[in-house]
């Protein structure tokens, strides 16, 4: 037994050695430079960034195995993260992985484990230094050691969300007639089907150096080989594209409601409330062809928009000019994709921005942002409302103005702020102000960068 498992890890060292020369003498060395590309500057950037070359480089010989790329996709696929991605933990630990228990990923019928097989094999069999240190790895680990007993502190930054190594698939909705439940029923040899092109996150950039497979002769295999292409939003429209980047947001608890649910309408009756109740949603939100993002980034900050609304309420606040109005952020975040914007399309937010506006709040303040995780701002203004005036022994209620502010971090300016006032909101809310309408609802901003529409509805 221990015979056979040398000579099958002798095997499995011999053919990487192969794919690795073969793949180096297609790679051209000159990488493309986008003009605003920011690359990493400091220490731990750059460890970031060694990690991601040494991952995306395994991806060469893990994706040999097309059932290896179709698990990669079928987890990303499942929408269990935000914008096109997944954790490489998930793909690592398969049987810790809340996504792998999904119905949505099982409806794919990928194989479990492919990808954890092929990327300890390859892992073991090469020289990645950084890549093992940031597992908690031994740098020398024996080829002859098996490949089960590479297992770490799930807990690091490497499988973290917001810092982890992720995989991103840009466009991915493109290809989602090709990776279907069916799509490896008659695979009857390697490496047949859609292949991925794979980029290391090394900049921060809308374009960079990627590498596009092709079928080569090794020997007496049929192997992929790699050669150097530039990659961009053009390129991943056509061409499936996995990029090894950072971070990976789950999709969120709020459930989208659907719009039927908001269509302009008088009261609802509510039986034995004492007073009319008028709730406003963010309805839907669109990005007019403004990528906030870049394509490609090794800071967590690329891909799709990740837009925020929020929400400054100084409701019977007391009056003592000391206090400030409570600001909201509005459900979870919203990631917008690279292809709804480049088309600019709808995306249903749906999501509750007031759920009681009371009839003596008089004016709240709406603020829109897109979210980054540097470069820190503050949203601030004031508001006229109620407030509570407090001259013991009585409280009162007066009319008066109450200040607000809110620290968001964005790479962008504020997006949009305003004041909505009580008294007229509720009047203009179903007026076509603009010159277009959508799902019923008059669009807001429908020439700015980013458009919505505000649904209200009442209850008595």
């Known amino acids: 037994m221990k015979l056979n498992q040398s000579l099958k890890t002798i095997t499995t060292a011999a053919v990487l050695t192969i794919l690795f020369s073969c793949q180096k003498e297609m790679v051209e060395k000159n990488e493309p430079v986008a003009s605003d590309a920011l690359f990493p500057q ?3 950037q750059k460890q970031t960034v060694a990690v991601l070359k040494e991952v995306a480089t395994i991806l060469e010989t893990v994706y040999q195995n097309p059932k290896a790329l179709y698990e990669v996709n079928a ?3 499942s929408g269990y993260y935000e914008d096109e991605t997944v954790l490489l933990k998930d793909l690592l630990f398969p049987e810790k992985s809340e996504l792998y228990k999904t119905k ?3 409806d794919f019928r990928a194989l479990t484990g492919i990808f954890k097989e092929r990327f300890n094999e390859a892992l073991i069999a090469g020289d990645y230094t950084e890549l093992k240190k940031a597992m908690g790895l031994s740098t020398i680990i024996t080829n002859s050691r098996e490949t089960s007993v590479i297992s770490t502190d799930t807990s690091m930054q490497i499988y973290s969300n917001s810092n982890g190594v992720a995989i991103y698939f840009p466009y991915s909705e493109n290809f989602g007639d090709i990776f279907t439940p069916s799509y490896f029923d008659n695979i009857n040899s390697e490496p047949q089907g859609e292949k991925a092109t794979i980029v290391a996150a090394d900049r921060d950039a809308d ?8 079928i080569c002769n090794t020997r007496d295999n049929m192997q992929l080989c790699y050669r150097n292409v530039t990659v961009n939003d053009a390129y991943a429209e056509t061409n499936v594209t996995h990029i090894v980047g950072v971070g990976a947001e789950p999709s969120g608890t709020t459930i989208d409601r659907p719009a039927e649910a908001f269509p302009p309408q008088g ?4 039986p034995n409330y004492p007073r009319e109740v008028k709730q406003v949603y963010v309805g839907d939100v669109r990005i007019n062809r403004k990528q906030f ?4 980034s ?7 928009s990740e837009i925020r609304f929020t929400r400054a309420d100084g409701f019977l606040k007391l009056a003592d000019g000391q206090v400030q109005a409570d600001n909201y952020l509005i459900g979870d975040r919203k990631s917008i994709k690279r292809k709804e ?7 249903g937010f749906n999501l509750e921005w007031d759920g009681d506006w009371e009839l003596d709040n008089l004016q709240q303040n709406l603020a829109i942002y897109e979210d980054d995780n540097r470069n820190s701002g503050t949203i601030s203004g004031t508001i006229g409302t109620t407030l509570t005036a407090l001259v013991p022994p009585f409280t009162s209620t007066i009319t008066g103005s109450i200040g607000f502010s809110i620290s968001y971090k964005s790479d962008d300016a504020i997006i949009k702020q305003t004041n909505y006032n009580r008294d007229v909101f509720f009047i203009l809310n179903r007026t076509n102000l603009e010159g277009e309408i959508y799902k019923s609802w008059p669009v807001r901003d429908r020439y700015a960068n980013v458009s919505f529409t505000l649904n209200d509805r009442s209850y008595f």
Do not use: H
């Open 42 to 44: 400091t220490f731990q």
């Open 75 to 77: 987890a990303i696929y």
């Open 104 to 106: 949505k990923f099982k």
């Open 207 to 214: 374009s960079g150096p990627g590498m596009r497979p092709f």
């Open 267 to 270: 009261p609802i009756d509510l």
């Open 293 to 296: 993002d870049k394509f490609i």
């Open 298 to 304: 090794f800071t967590g900050n690329g891909g799709g």
């Open 341 to 347: 914007i480049n088309r600019a399309s709808w995306v």
